[in-house]
């Protein structure tokens, strides 16, 4: 293919065949007889430079070169002129921003020179647009970025560490180990507050995505309208106040990674716009035509049960299986109590310095009680109960005090939790069949300790239950 389109226009044919020949070896040559019929080529055709005589019927070169001009202003504007009509030259310069004029006759080898000048200066001139445009792009990205950072900063959210003990956190982020490197699609379930977007975080932290932003939207949290315009942006004049373009969270995440918080939140209508993403790649911003591309790793979360969701017909089918590619369930808090000591810990340290607390550790009997609870708030309500336990402390252990949950006992002297202890026990020995080493290798607990917790329940003899094994 020849790099350049050219464009002449003259009324007269003898002209017009002699400046094909002499441009045609090179360039891809167009040709017309008017400055309409030069327009209308114009609409078709990506020309790069346009060579027109000035003294044509209906339509001046000037004036054609001063509409190519407004047509694209990159596009190479050469006249030629028979006359020496100083006036007209000067307003086809003037008016008509052109590179230069001609004067008939011309010398073929010198025409030749302008020509290949005028377009190197040309392919500079774009070349440094596109420079330009990326340049711009960089900038809006690192603006983007440094004002994601901060927020991040700000919230306190760049510790990405979690603390577990028991087995069944080890084999999530067994998972997780798994999963990092993988674009593949996340959904992440469990109750509130079990630490889904800490998951989030930490899936995001360990895999090769690491260097780009990490951003979170709850769902919930807007309405249709307005999670719309976040996450896929708006052209100016979409909707009332909507004065200028605004890129949204897939632009901004762009490389990184959306974490999109309860889900199950958002509407049909959204479903759909989001599935085009999941699948193709690209959206567009509300009030535009336009599809942008992006390279987003999504991670989606809920604390409901999403596959009844769609049953209900509240959640689409096609999307399910999109987010659902590899999914990870957050047990809660009172299925790993084994968890609680180390947590509690980590929370006396994270906030002690904030809150001004001398406290740097806790009770036995302050623990046995932050134990013997069953969390219906998960992590998020033992975060809380430390920080209140630092508010209202005033040594350096935690006491037991008011700070504490409701821990009131039922008729048969048990709480919530160790009812709750007590079902699972008896469910595991079930399950393997009195084997006290399996059940406690699914508690994470010793065998001492759940043949201990049986004796204390005073349960009947079972003759499943063989304690030599």
Same mark, same amino acid.
């Given at each position: &293919?020849?790099p #350049?389109?050219?464009?002449?226009?003259?009324?007269?044919?003898?002209?017009?065949?002699?400046?094909?020949?002499?441009?045609?070896?090179?360039?891809?040559?167009?040709?017309?007889?008017?400055?309409a019929?030069?327009?209308?080529?114009?609409? %078709?055709?990506?020309?790069?430079?346009?060579?027109?005589?000035?003294?044509?019927?209906? &339509?001046?070169?000037?004036?054609?070169?001063?509409?190519?001009?407004r047509?694209?202003?990159?596009?190479?504007?050469?006249?030629?002129?028979?006359?020496?009509?100083?006036?007209?030259?000067?307003?086809?310069?003037?008016?008509?921003?052109?590179?230069?004029?001609?004067?008939?006759?011309?010398?073929?080898?010198?025409?030749?020179?302008?020509?290949? $000048?005028?377009?190197?200066? #040309?392919?500079?001139?774009?070349?440094?647009? $596109?420079l330009?445009?990326?340049?711009?792009?960089?900038?809006?990205?690192?603006?983007?970025?440094?004002?994601?950072?901060?927020?991040?900063?700000?919230? /306190?959210?760049?510790?990405?560490?979690?603390?577990?003990?028991?087995?069944?956190?080890?084999?999530?982020?067994?998972?997780?180990?798994?999963?990092?490197?993988?674009?593949?699609?996340?959904?992440?379930?469990?109750?509130?507050?079990?630490?889904k977007?800490?998951?989030a975080?930490?899936?995001?932290?360990?895999?090769?995505?690491?260097?780009?932003?990490?951003?979170e939207?709850?769902?919930g949290?807007?309405?249709?309208?307005?999670?719309?315009?976040?996450?896929?942006?708006?052209?100016? /004049?979409?909707?009332?106040?909507?004065?200028?373009?605004?890129?949204?969270?897939?632009?901004?995440?762009?490389?990184?990674?959306?974490?999109?918080?309860?889900?199950?939140? &958002?509407?049909?209508?959204? %479903?759909?716009?989001?599935?085009?993403?999941?699948?193709?790649g690209?959206?567009?911003?509300?009030?535009?035509?336009?599809?942008? *591309?992006?390279?987003?790793?999504?991670?989606?979360?809920?604390?409901?049960?999403?596959?009844?969701?769609?049953?209900?017909?509240?959640?689409? &089918?096609?999307? #399910?299986?999109?987010?659902?590619?590899? =999914?990870?369930?957050?047990?809660?808090?009172?299925?790993?109590?084994?968890?609680? =000591?180390?947590?509690?810990?980590?929370?006396?340290?994270?906030?002690?310095?904030?809150?001004?607390?001398?406290?740097?550790?806790?009770?036995?009997?302050?623990?046995?009680?932050l134990?013997?609870?069953?969390?219906? /708030?998960?992590?998020?309500?033992?975060?809380?109960?430390?920080?209140?336990?630092?508010?209202?402390?005033?040594?350096? $252990?935690?006491?037991? /005090?008011?700070?504490?949950?409701?821990?009131?006992?039922?008729?048969?002297?048990?709480?919530?939790?160790?009812?709750?202890?007590?079902?699972?026990?008896?469910?595991?020995?079930?399950?393997?069949?009195?084997?006290?080493?399996?059940?406690? $290798?699914?508690?994470?607990?010793?065998?001492?300790?759940?043949?201990?917790?049986?004796?204390?329940?005073?349960? *009947?003899?079972?003759?499943?239950?063989?304690?030599?094994?």
């Amino acid at each position: &293919m020849k790099p #350049y389109n050219l464009l002449i226009v003259d009324d007269e044919k003898e002209i017009l065949r002699s400046l094909t020949l002499t441009f045609a070896e090179d360039y891809e040559v167009f040709t017309a007889s008017s400055g309409a019929e030069a327009l209308d080529i114009l609409k %078709q055709r990506k020309i790069a430079l346009v060579i027109a005589d000035q003294r044509m019927p209906e &339509m001046t070169g000037a004036e054609l070169l001063e509409q190519v001009f407004r047509i694209d202003p990159n596009i190479v504007r050469i006249i030629l002129t028979g006359y020496t009509d100083v006036a007209s030259l000067i307003r086809a310069i003037n008016d008509g921003h052109i590179y230069q004029y001609i004067a008939k006759p011309w010398e073929r080898r010198d025409l030749k020179i302008i020509v290949k $000048r005028a377009l190197e200066s #040309y392919q500079l001139t774009l070349e440094n647009q $596109r420079l330009l445009r990326e340049l711009q792009i960089a900038n809006e990205r690192l603006s983007d970025e440094n004002r994601f950072l901060r927020n991040e900063v700000d919230k /306190g959210l760049q510790d990405v560490n979690i603390v577990w003990q028991t087995p069944a956190m080890q084999h999530i982020f067994e998972l997780v180990s798994k999963v990092a490197n993988n674009p593949v699609a996340v959904l992440l379930t469990g109750e509130t507050g079990t630490g889904k977007t800490l998951v989030a975080r930490h899936i995001h932290h360990q895999g090769f995505r690491r260097d780009k932003l990490f951003i979170e939207q709850n769902c919930g949290a807007l309405p249709e309208n307005l999670l719309e315009s976040e996450l896929f942006g708006h052209k100016r /004049g979409a909707f009332t106040n909507a004065i200028q373009d605004r890129k949204g969270l897939f632009e901004v995440a762009d490389g990184g990674t959306l974490f999109l918080d309860e889900i199950s939140e &958002m509407t049909s209508a959204l %479903q759909v716009k989001l599935l085009q993403v999941l699948q193709e790649g690209q959206f567009r911003r509300v009030g535009e035509n336009e599809y942008r *591309q992006v390279d987003v790793r999504i991670i989606a979360a809920t604390n409901r049960d999403l596959w009844a969701e769609v049953q209900k017909g509240r959640f689409r &089918m096609d999307l #399910y299986y999109r987010i659902n590619v590899f =999914p990870i369930h957050i047990p809660p808090l009172r299925k790993r109590i084994q968890d609680i =000591p180390a947590l509690a810990d980590h929370c006396l340290k994270k906030h002690r310095r904030k809150l001004n607390s001398q406290a740097d550790g806790f009770s036995d009997a302050a623990l046995q009680a932050l134990c013997r609870y069953d969390y219906p /708030g998960n992590v998020r309500e033992l975060e809380n109960l430390i920080e209140r336990a630092l508010i209202l402390s005033s040594g350096s $252990r935690i006491e037991v /005090g008011d700070w504490l949950p409701d821990l009131a006992l039922d008729a048969t002297g048990m709480t919530r939790l160790e009812r709750f202890q007590r079902a699972e026990i008896e469910r595991l020995v079930e399950l393997h069949q009195g084997d006290l080493n399996r059940v406690a $290798r699914d508690l994470g607990v010793s065998r001492t300790t759940v043949w201990r917790r049986l004796k204390g329940y005073r349960a *009947q003899p079972d003759p499943l239950l063989d304690v030599s094994k």
